[in-house]
Structures are given as structure tokens and as C-alpha cells.
């Protein structure tokens, strides 16, 4: 580290050969992958007084931990790079703990009846078919889709529509009660909104292309939280990082990078990794000098920035036994409808699980625009709505009122601007392309991006992120090894 003086004595810069403006995963596996090839000469700029980013973990207990932000490992398989790191530092404990769409059995009505089992079942028979086909066009970026299919809410209205129908005119419909299946069907929808981070009709259909789901689709929860994972990094690493000490002006040229922080802080160096998240790219509240290409602008305007609100409710006592604390609640279309055109914030309750040690403790996820309503709610005004559906939907008025709220409000936090990325109906595979190519070009790598946003494969991941972070660190490796 190099600092620079006036002929006054005051300090005019710092140099560095790599700046990494962010310490949540990306930018640390940089930095690790930076240090395991001789690169010692960085620093990490981090605005909060923590790392880790959205994997933001709370002991609340002795051994009992939540997750604030991100929680699963999507795959436990090798090429699930956080997956390979959590196995390497023991941090699974003796056998996999992993959450499935099939804890959910308890489908709850408004009038408090539970969706039995055999009509459960066949609901997830039928969504099953319809979740591939969304699937297939999501995946493939075909360009046969009929052009109304612009976002999932209409393929999936199409879906359940024709599902039904099949049934009514099948020898099997007397069997069943339709109403019944297509109730459940229809609140299946949730099963695709809390992944993609916003509601079905803001999502598109044809957006991504070559996004990959690993062959192990378990997600898999770390019992001592995703903290666990940002405290594998050692001090080699964490003793590189500047806390509280945001960035608003990034300066490049074909040379050298300026890096000014609110502080007034200048930082120059060769390269610089920018791990921003997306919502806080679309608020510009760094400036680029040069600003951003055109192409990246373009990109992130085109990709969404997720909008969900995660909510923990604590309660003196589990009023639930283990393993029924998955409860789905099962609205009908005309009452999500009313509570759009109310203002009523509960109806996006969409269920409540249990959260994994804590047996005292529910999560529920709150989706699309009322997500930043309910970032406007005081603790109070949660546990009263979250009291008020409870008993609704199982008819149960003794079941008792929460006692605390857990949350952090991502939406707000001006480190963030929201969750992880959500694909629009503009976005398309080569959006993400961009943002991964360095300015000014790939052979002269400056200013480089990384960050779960910036990785077509596996956008919104904690293990899309990592790879983001070592991916642009070995470009300027690779670049200091050529120039040597």
C-alpha cells in the first residue's frame, strides 16, 4: 500500500492494485481468489460494519440462528462452489438439512378447512406438468412462444386453466372435488414468486436462457446460518477490509482506477471489482466517470431487482407441532383481488414455515408491491396481520400473538435496494452477458462487475455470486501474469 502526500503533508490517495468495493460473497471470494495467486496488494471497501452482505445470519439463542437474507444452499452438489466450501469447513453437521416443496401439506381455506391430502396430491400432480412447461421457456429462450406470453402469470393462468378442464372431462372428475384442486393449484403460484423475487405477471418468460438448476435441486440450510460461510474467510482476508466506508465516484482510464469514497476518502489502483448490488446499480448513486457502457445500462434496466420482504415471527411458545408448521394459505382469486384494490397488505401471505432449530419461530415472505408496504410497518402492525391471518385460516382465535418480529428491511437499505435479481419481461440473456465484460475491454480489465446479478447461470444465488467474484478476479490475474 502506497499513499501519495502533498508538499503540506496532508494525504492525497491510496494505492492499491485492487480495489473490491463490496465484502459480501463475491467480493470476498475475489479477494480470496486475488490472495491464493499472490495478489496481496488490495483492499475491500465495505459500507456497513459487517460482512457478509445479504447473507446476514443472527444468533438469537445460544446455537439457535436466523437468516435475515439468503438461507439455502440451492444443490448440494460439486459444482455448487458455496456447497464445496460449507463440506470443506464442516459446516453441514452430520446429516443434510434441506427444505422441499413437499413439507407443505397443510392448505388452508378461509374457512378454515384443511385441502385434504388425496385432492393435495393431485394439485401437485397437475403443477407439476405446468411448472416444466414454464420451465422449458424459461430456460430455453425459444423463440416460438406465443408473443402474450410475456411474463409466468399468463403461462400459468393457461396452465391451470387447461388442467382443470382436462380433469372436469376425465373419467377420474367424479372422484374428486374440482373446486378443491384448482384452489390449491392456483395457490401454488407462490412456488415460483418467492424464487424469481417478485410476482409472477413481473416476471418474464423468456428472459434468461442459460440459467441452470444443478442436478441436486435440495435446498439446503446451514444450521449455524450463512454467516457461517463469510466466517470461513480469515484474517488474510478480513484484515483487508475497510468497514464503513461507502463509495460515490468511481473514475477510470485505460491505466489506473480513482476511487472516491462519501468520506472523501481517494483510493486509486489498477483495477477495481464492483460488487454492487443491482438495486443500488439502478439508483446511480455511484457515479461511473466514464459512466457505465451503454450495453450495461441497458442491462440494468432491463433485469429487476427482487421485492420480497422476509418476516420471522417469534412466539413464546410453538402453538404448532414439528412438521406443521408449513401452512399454505389458500386465498381465491377474488379475495387477492380485493385485497389488492383495499390496500390490504395480509392477503400476500401466501404461507408460513418453520425455521430450522427454532421451534418457537415462523417465516413468511411477502411479495411484489405490498413487500414495500410492509417495510413501512411497525412490528406492531405485523404481528396483529400475521395474527389476524393465522386465525383466519385455521378458524383457531386462541392461537396466540406473536411476541417479536425479525426482519431487515432490504427494500430500504440503501446497501441494497431490494433481494436478489428478478428477471422483467425486457430481460434477456445477453443483459447479464454484458455486465460480466470488464471495462474497457477484456484484454485491458479496469472496471469489472460481479455479484449474483452479474451470472447467467446462476442469477440470485449465494453460489451465482461466488462464482461472479473468482470469475473476475482470475481476468485480472490472468492480466497481471500476461503484463509481467
Not at 475475489?30 to 452482505?53: C, H, P, Q, V, W
Not at 378447512?113 to 422449458?136: R, T, V
Not at 460488487?275 to 461511473?288: A, H, I, M, R
Not at 430500504?412 to 474497457?440: E, F, R
Amino acid at each position: 500500500m502506497l499513499r501519495s502526500k502533498m508538499e503540506s503533508g496532508e494525504a492525497v490517495y491510496t494505492f492499491f492494485e485492487v480495489v473490491i468495493v463490496g465484502g459480501g460473497i463475491a467480493g470476498l471470494s475475489a479477494a480470496d481468489m486475488l490472495y491464493k495467486n499472490g495478489i496481496t496488494n488490495f483492499t475491500i471497501l465495505e459500507a456497513r460494519s459487517r460482512l457478509g452482505g445479504r447473507m446476514y445470519s443472527e444468533e438469537i439463542e445460544e446455537g439457535k440462528f436466523i437468516d435475515y437474507g439468503a438461507q439455502y444452499i440451492h444443490g448440494g452438489v460439486p459444482a455448487n462452489s458455496i456447497y464445496n466450501l460449507a463440506v470443506s469447513n464442516g459446516l453441514l453437521g452430520d446429516e443434510l438439512i434441506t427444505e422441499s416443496i413437499e413439507n407443505l401439506k397443510y392448505f388452508y381455506t378461509t374457512e378454515g378447512k384443511i385441502i385434504d391430502g388425496y385432492h393435495l396430491k393431485k394439485a401437485y400432480e397437475l403443477f407439476e406438468p405446468i411448472e416444466e412447461e414454464i420451465s422449458y421457456f424459461f430456460y430455453t429462450n425459444t423463440e416460438t412462444i406465443p408473443t402474450e406470453y410475456n411474463n409466468i402469470e399468463v403461462a400459468f393462468e393457461e396452465g391451470v386453466t387447461n388442467a382443470i378442464a382436462h380433469l372436469k372431462a376425465s373419467n377420474e372428475s367424479e372422484n374428486y372435488f374440482i373446486e378443491d384442486v384448482e384452489l390449491a393449484l392456483r395457490t401454488m403460484r407462490f412456488a415460483m414468486e418467492v424464487p424469481n423475487g417478485d410476482k409472477n405477471s413481473q416476471v418474464g418468460l423468456t428472459t434468461i436462457g442459460a440459467y441452470v438448476t444443478l442436478p441436486d435441486e435440495r435446498d439446503i440450510i446451514l444450521p449455524q446460518g450463512t454467516q457461517s460461510i463469510i466466517n470461513t474467510f480469515g484474517d488474510q482476508i478480513t484484515s483487508r477490509v475497510q468497514m464503513k466506508t461507502a463509495v460515490n465516484k468511481i473514475e477510470w482510464n485505460d491505466n489506473e482506477v480513482t476511487t472516491t469514497t462519501c468520506d472523501g476518502e481517494i483510493i486509486k489502483s489498477k483495477h477495481i471489482i464492483v460488487t454492487l448490488p443491482l438495486g443500488v446499480l439502478k439508483k446511480d448513486s455511484v457515479q461511473f466517470v466514464p459512466p457505465l457502457d451503454d450495453r450495461k445500462k441497458s442491462a440494468i434496466e432491463n433485469l429487476g431487482q427482487g421485492r420480497v420482504a422476509k418476516i420471522i415471527l417469534v412466539f413464546d411458545q410453538p402453538f404448532w407441532f414439528p412438521g406443521e408448521g408449513y401452512m399454505v394459505f389458500a386465498w381465491t382469486d377474488q379475495e387477492l383481488a380485493a385485497g389488492i384494490e383495499t390496500g390490504d397488505w395480509t392477503t400476500a401471505i401466501p404461507l408460513m414455515t418453520e425455521v430450522h432449530g427454532i421451534r418457537n419461530a415462523l417465516t413468511t415472505f411477502i411479495v411484489g408491491d405490498f413487500a414495500h408496504v410492509v417495510e413501512k410497518l411497525t412490528d406492531e402492525e405485523i404481528i396483529e396481520g400475521a395474527s389476524k391471518v393465522l386465525r383466519k385460516f385455521t378458524q383457531d382465535l386462541l392461537i396466540p400473538t406473536p411476541i417479536a418480529v425479525k426482519r431487515h428491511n432490504w427494500l430500504s437499505d440503501p446497501y441494497t435496494m431490494g433481494t436478489w435479481m428478478s428477471p422483467t419481461p425486457k430481460t434477456n440473456y445477453t443483459d447479464v452477458l454484458a455486465l460480466q465484460m470488464p471495462m474497457p475491454s477484456v484484454e485491458n480489465p479496469r472496471v469489472l462487475l460481479a455479484g449474483e446479478h452479474t451470472h447467467a447461470k446462476y442469477s440470485s444465488t449465494m453460489h451465482g455470486a461466488r462464482s461472479t467474484g473468482i470469475d473476475q478476479a482470475n481476468k485480472i490475474i490472468q492480466f497481471m501474469k500476461s503484463n509481467n
